[in-house]
Nanobody, 120 residues
Framework: QVQLVESGGGLVQAGGSLRLSCATS????????MGWFRQAPGKEREFVAA???????YYVDFVKGRFTTSRDNAKNMVYLQMNSLKPGDTAVYYC??????????????WGLGTQVTVSS
């Protein structure tokens, strides 16, 4: 069982930056691929970024060049650095973990999410 707790969301103006953090429980964090998803009001949850157990990263096209995900296995933490934020990035952001090395595929564990609001 893996527990995930996101933090770092908030209100920011367009063009600004935020860094989301995800704290995880468990001693086998390094064995899980980690992902970030988001859900805007009235929309389905969508994939944003992921990092494999070996450090490979994946990004959806609309965040490439603006968002960066990273992980610190020693601290059981994963991060999402978001730059050049746009109003369209407004959503609840979720951290997720999946068993296995690849960052792509079905995710098994989810956090409760953190709200990110970007004002124009």
């Amino acid at each position: 069982q893996v527990q995930l707790v996101e933090s770092g969301g908030g209100l920011v103006q367009a063009g600004g930056s935020l860094r989301l953090s995800c704290a995880t429980s468990g001693r086998t964090f390094s064995r899980y691929a980690m992902g970030w998803f988001r859900q805007a009001p009235g929309k389905e949850r969508e994939f944003v970024a992921a990092m494999s157990t070996t450090g490979g990263t994946y990004y959806v096209d609309f965040v490439k060049g603006r968002f960066t995900t990273s992980r610190d296995n020693a601290k059981n933490m994963v991060y999402l650095q978001m730059n050049s934020l746009k109003p369209g990035d407004t959503a609840v952001y979720y951290c997720a973990a999946r068993s296995g090395s690849s960052g792509l595929g079905k995710y098994d564990y989810w956090g409760l999410g953190t709200q990110v609001t970007v004002s124009s």
